[in-house]
């Protein structure tokens, strides 16, 4: 039995066009959306992949390099920053006291950080012309640019928002001290109001890969409050997923685990009541779950995953767009090009459908947030964006929904053969064999005094 749901609340980010690159007489292969602008990651909290409080705001980057931040309750637009890099952007999320800054990454090397209470003026910026940036960028708190043009292409903070862990494009990972920039509420504290502050590099993870690193998460504290441990992943194009315990003073000693995947990869978080858990989709479109300590492989749901899917859910799944724990349930979401998407809810060797959302998007579904609805904070309310500059939000609890009966065929989960009964815990005691090539690291007991952090 899945919950078929139609949006409660639409937002257009933007009205606004890009310059076309169709010569004139030509037809679009895309649509009416070709020269439209896209909403490429959504961002509600510090953390992304769990649900975030009813309270924190929303904010979308846009493929024009702007970001808008939204009231959760109400929708209104309450901040924009017009251009916040000169390249693509390539992640973003939340920091400071309620979410009050957002922290984004771009293509052009640039780290930036925005206090979501101020406005954001172009203005001049001496980070960007080190990256070459032609055109004046909105005026950030802080900012930094990778050396040798290195592109910034994931962020994540932890420690309270005193550390910004930045996946590169040259396979490092670069960590910024940010207690000491922003002024009151964002970062850690910190009480500078010079808008020149420039977070100062604590050291790089060198060796852990060797191709661009894709996604770097701290790992949400356990009870999911938006604070988060001392660990991080990292995944890359060259296959592997690490996690590394960024309390130790070197990187030797940090890396504690790494598992091989065998194929490039674009997402990757944490799940579990403890965060013992890792989901890992692929650029082709697969899943696999892992236990991240053993390095064993939980479940690998193979190459036809979309096919899987797409006959449960009675329309076509053609891609996955990401995945979410909410503290009882790891779910995936997955979508087609005509703007339609599903909800599956991942158990140990099965993929069971929980929601058929259609009726608000035009075009692919690009992210997604969950947070818990403002009048009943039992209630997650699951927000996406999409490539026709859209917000839609959806209820996936409650009595607004209609539910609705799969034919026969399409009712039973995706069952992975060999794998466990869809009864089984995803993380439970019986594993699956690990890939080659990875495993849990051990470390000797010697200790070098001129060792440094990171």
């Not at 637009?77 to 992640?91: E, K, N, V």
């Not at 006291?97 to 101020?118: H, M, Q, W, Y």
Request: charged share 20%.
């Amino acid at each position: 039995m899945a919950r078929r749901l139609s949006p409660t609340r639409t937002i257009i980010a933007s009205f606004a066009t890009e310059q076309s690159t169709i010569a004139a007489g030509q037809s679009s292969a895309l649509g009416e959306y070709e020269e439209g602008l896209y909403v490429l990651q959504l961002v509600s909290g510090p953390c992304s992949g769990i649900p975030s409080s009813a309270t924190t705001p929303l904010s979308c980057s846009l493929s024009n390099k702007s970001v808008q931040t939204y009231d959760k309750g109400t929708h209104a637009l309450i901040h924009s920053i017009g251009r916040a890099h000169g390249g693509p952007i390539t992640d973003l999320c939340h920091t400071g006291v309620e979410g009050n800054a957002v922290i984004t990454s771009g293509a052009d090397g640039l780290v930036r950080l925005f206090d979501l209470r101020v406005s954001a003026a172009c203005g001049a910026s001496s980070a960007a012309a080190a990256a070459n940036t032609s055109k004046a960028l909105s005026r950030a708190v802080a900012e930094v640019c990778l050396p040798r043009k290195e592109e910034a292409l994931s962020v994540s903070i932890g420690y309270g928002g005193a550390l910004a862990a930045v996946g590169g494009s040259r396979g490092l990972i670069h960590f910024y001290d940010l207690r000491s920039v922003g002024g009151p509420g964002v970062g850690n504290g910190g009480t500078s109001s010079n808008t020149d502050d420039r977070p100062s590099l604590l050291g790089t993870y060198e060796d852990a890969h060797t191709e661009e690193v894709t996604r770097v998460r701290f790992q949400p504290s356990p009870d999911l409050s938006g604070t988060t441990t001392s660990l991080l992943v990292s995944s890359s194009e060259d296959g592997l997923v690490c996690t590394h315990d960024t309390s130790k003073p070197n990187e030797e000693a940090a890396l504690s685990s790494v598992l091989n995947v065998g194929t490039p990869l674009r997402d990757v978080g944490f799940f579990g009541p403890a965060g013992e858990g890792l989901y890992c989709l692929t650029g082709s479109e697969t899943i696999s779950v892992w236990h991240h300590d053993s390095a064993q492989r939980l479940c690998d749901f193979g190459a036809d995953v979309r096919d899987h899917l797409s006959n449960s859910a009675g329309c076509d799944i053609g891609y996955l767009v990401g995945c979410t724990w909410d503290g009882n349930e790891l779910s995936l979401l997955g979508g087609n090009s005509e703007g339609n998407a599903a909800v599956f809810r991942i158990d140990a060797g099965s993929m069971t459908l929980s929601h058929t959302m259609s009726g608000g998007h035009k075009g692919c579904v690009r992210g997604f947030v969950v947070s818990r609805d403002v009048i009943q904070s039992r209630h997650r309310v699951l927000v996406t964006g999409g490539e026709d500059a859209r917000l839609c939000e959806w209820h996936l609890d409650g009595e607004q929904q209609q539910q609705h009966q799969q034919p026969q065929q399409q009712t039973s989960p995706l069952h992975v053969a060999g794998r466990h009964p869809p009864s089984s815990r995803l993380l439970g005691r019986e594993r699956g064999p690990g890939a080659r090539g990875g495993g849990p690291i051990k470390h000797s007991r010697k200790k070098n005094p001129s060792d440094k952090p990171y």
